[in-house]
């Protein structure tokens, strides 16, 4: 088997501090100095097991269950037994908790034909300061899916050459293709390991469900009790501080390629933290669900992050530098399928130049709706792709069976708390409404909207109010209500344009822009006459009789919108001559004498009781009503007949305004009640019964009413 970067073997002759001297120099050229170096270890130890015929039958050394004592600054060589199940250098096999606490610590492990070391339904072993250089299979191997709590720190794997698979193996599905650490169940510790020079992978974790394998194996849990657990769903104890590089193909492989599979949920996600890959194809592919992925180097690799399963990711600190290929690969690469959202926070491209692809390829479709991908503070240096753009969905193959667009958001891209959101032209009919408090540019653009603050800054709550009261605001959300009309309305006027063009389009209402647009007729009247709206309380600025009037039983509002309908009012109410009263007779007579004229009105309206007077101002066609109150306004004759009130079981709310002929609008469910469903939504995320009920004991969660 040929490495894919053939080391120097030399004899030490001298060690001063971090100064080594060899017996002959070297041939080849390594790099020596700076972050990215090559390792140089002794593998020589006083104490040695070796075959005494290292190229007839091998031998090989084993634990056993009980079995005690440890390992340290052993020297292994020409050990293992090449294609034979369990014949392995250095083999703890089915020890369980029964030597917990045992370790191996500077062990070199040498010229293996099976593995360096395989750990083997064996748990709580520490394995420390460990070389591993040339063996036929996976080096640090953990064999069959239950082992757990073990500790690998500060090990050297080189050289792990692929293998055949095993007769008889524990795990079906692995095809022991030479990794450095190769394992199948999260709950371990990985910390300040270095793989190099394997021929497939320098950390591969790998665990699937497959026919002839069911991942639901006996393991010991975090309360210590044997239980059968799904182990795709447990995540990493630590992966920590490791470094890979001149690997055949992967630095960092994790998961497996079918979504979904292995899984954390948002509490208990797979976490890996300060990585580094260098001179390797693929310095990174997460294939697993609810993943973090903070700190993390890539440098002089051909892909950076290579075929994620984007779904609940984040990756935070990434740093690529030179990647030929792509630094950011998009989701399941060439199958171009996004099952979920991820986010990049601090993402850093230097002197990466692709060919055909851009720096950072998306994928434009999901099976799912409402899938996002973030990006935060990402900084290119000296980075261009040749063919292609910074970001956008590259050269290769499209996937045309997915139904839902992914949106993407580029945070703080043109300006400190701005966001641009991009939507896939790969469905050309949407239409992508977007409702926002000012909008993505301009001064405030970005900015959060709230409906009384966007009356303030629009003039409505300048224009409201008495002089007695001063400024007031409106009483209503009429903002946020007027603003989701406009959207719906513009909503439609888009797709009855697609009739037309065929295709969709983007379209945005704010807040802001809705605040002004219903700043009626005082925005008008600023225009004409460029004079800010003074305060009138409930008077109209231009109409005149439109305010309030006390009558025997209860306060009535009058609303005269013209000369006509002034008359017609006087006439009914038994003063036909304030219609013909030069004081009165036009609007802008009206206006000049609002007082006078509100004194007529009162004296006339003090004699009547309000509802039989609006009754039949009504009748006539004349703008009238009584001043409710809103237990009232529910419950009048009229509220009842059309029946605006609705109730279904305990809920009761107001009706649909909209009444189609046809396709009526009725109250199909009612909607949750407070708490309704925590249980229900925390058990999706994962958390246990037990769990829940100490979050709602200590006041985190509440729980359901009826437990309230």
């Known amino acids: 088997m040929t490495p894919y970067f053939l080391p120097d073997e030399r004899i030490i002759t001298a060690i001063d501090g971090l100064k080594i001297a060899l017996d002959k120099p070297l041939e080849k050229e390594h790099v020596g100095d700076g972050e990215y ?36 600054y052993v020297e292994f060589r020409h050990l293992g037994k090449e294609g034979v199940l369990g014949k392995y250098p250095v083999h703890f096999h089915l020890v369980r908790d029964s030597m917990r606490g045992a370790a191996a610590i ?37 064999e069959d899916g239950t082992e757990q709590y073990n500790i690998l720190d500060r090990n050297l794997a080189v050289q792990a050459y692929r293998g055949k698979r095993l007769k008889d193996q524990a795990l079906p599905f692995d095809q022991n293709e030479g990794a450095g650490f190769w394992w199948a169940n999260g709950r371990n510790t990985f910390t300040r ?29 975090v309360d210590g009790k044997l239980v059968e657990k799904d182990v795709r769903t447990i995540p990493f104890l630590r992966f920590e501080d490791n470094e890979s590089h001149s690997e055949g193909l992967y630095s960092f492989y994790f998961g497996d390629d079918r979504n979904p599979s ?66 950011i690969n998009r989701a399941h690469d060439d199958d171009s399928i996004q099952y979920g959202s991820f986010t990049y926070e601090n993402l850093t491209l230097e002197n990466c130049k692709p060919g ?25 240096k000296n980075s261009r792709s040749r063919g292609a753009n910074v970001v956008d969905l ?33 469905f050309p009919r949407l239409v992508h409404c977007r409702i926002s408090g000012f909008g993505g540019d301009g001064p405030r653009g970005g900015n959060p909207g709230y409906d009384a603050i966007i009356q303030a800054m629009t003039g409505m709550i300048a224009a409201t109010g008495s002089p007695q009261s001063g400024p007031m605001r409106i009483g209503v959300p009429l903002v946020d209500i007027s603003t989701g009309l406009y959207a719906a309305i513009g909503i439609l006027m888009a797709l009855s344009e697609r009739q037309k063009s065929g295709v969709g ?97 009162a004296a006339v309206f003090s004699q009547h009781d309000a509802e039989p007077l609006c009754d039949r101002l009504l009748a006539a066609g004349l703008p009238a009503g009584p001043v409710q109150a809103i237990d009232t306004a529910l419950t009048n004759a009229h509220s009842v007949h059309r029946g605006d009130v609705i109730e279904k079981d305990w809920y009761k709310g107001v009706a649909s305004p909209i009444r189609l002929e046809r396709t009526k609008a009725r109250l199909r469910n009612v909607p949750p009640k407070f708490s309704e469903h925590a249980t229900e939504v925390l058990t999706e995320f994962g958390y246990s019964r037990g769990e829940i009920e100490a979050l709602i004991a200590g006041g985190v969660v509440c729980g359901p009413e009826r437990k309230r």
């Not at 593998?43 to 269950?65: C, D, F, K, Q, W």
């Not at 310095?283 to 051909?302: C, I, T, W």
């Not at 055909?356 to 999901?366: A, E, G, K, M, V």
């Not at 050269?395 to 708390?417: C, I, M, S, T």
């Open 37 to 72: 170096r090559s390792e140089v270890a002794n593998l020589s130890r006083n104490i040695i097991i070796e075959s005494a015929e290292p190229e007839g039958v091998r031998g090989h050394t084993m634990y056993h269950l009980n079995s005690t004592g440890g390992l340290s």
């Open 106 to 142: 500077g062990l070199s492990i040498w010229d293996s034909h099976n593995r360096f070391m395989a750990i083997h339904g064996t748990d709580y072993l520490l394995i420390r300061d460990c070389v591993g250089y040339q063996s036929v299979g996976h080096g640090f191997f953990l």
């Open 193 to 221: 390991n270095v793989s190099c020079e394997n021929d497939e992978y320098g950390y591969r974790f790998e665990i699937l469900k497959a026919s002839n394998f069911d991942p639901k194996l006996k393991v010991r849990d």
């Open 262 to 327: 292995v899984h954390g949920d948002r509490q208990h996600p797979f976490i890996a933290r300060n990585l580094v890959a260098w001179q390797t194809h693929y310095a990174l592919r997460p294939n697993l669900q609810y993943f973090l992925m903070e700190g993390f180097k890539s440098h002089d690799g051909v892909y950076g992050v290579y075929h994620p399963d984007y779904d609940a990711h984040v990756y935070r600190d990434i740093y690529v530098y030179n990647a030929t290929a792509e630094p």
């Open 356 to 380: 055909r692809d851009p720096l950072i390829q998306l994928t434009c479709t999901s099976p799912k709706e409402a899938q996002a991908g973030h990006f935060k503070n990402v900084v290119v």
């Open 394 to 426: 590259g050269g290769g193959p499209r996937n045309k069976h997915l139904e839902y667009p992914v949106a993407y958001y580029f945070h703080d891209l043109v300006g400190a708390g701005r966001v641009t959101k991009v939507l896939s032209v790969k």
């Open 505 to 601: 389009q983007f379209l945005e209402t704010t807040l802001y822009e809705t605040g002004l647009a219903i700043m009626h007729p005082h925005a008008a009247n600023y225009f004409m006459h460029g004079k800010p709206p003074q305060l009138t309380g409930n008077e109209h600025p231009n109409l005149v009789p439109y305010a309030i009037f006390p009558t025997r039983t209860a306060d009535i509002f009058i609303g005269v919108g013209n000369d006509g309908t002034f008359r017609k009012l006087c006439k009914e109410i038994g003063k036909p001559e304030l219609g013909s009263d030069v004081r009165f007779a036009r609007n802008k007579d009206r206006i000049a004498n609002r007082e006078a004229l509100r004194a007529e009105l």
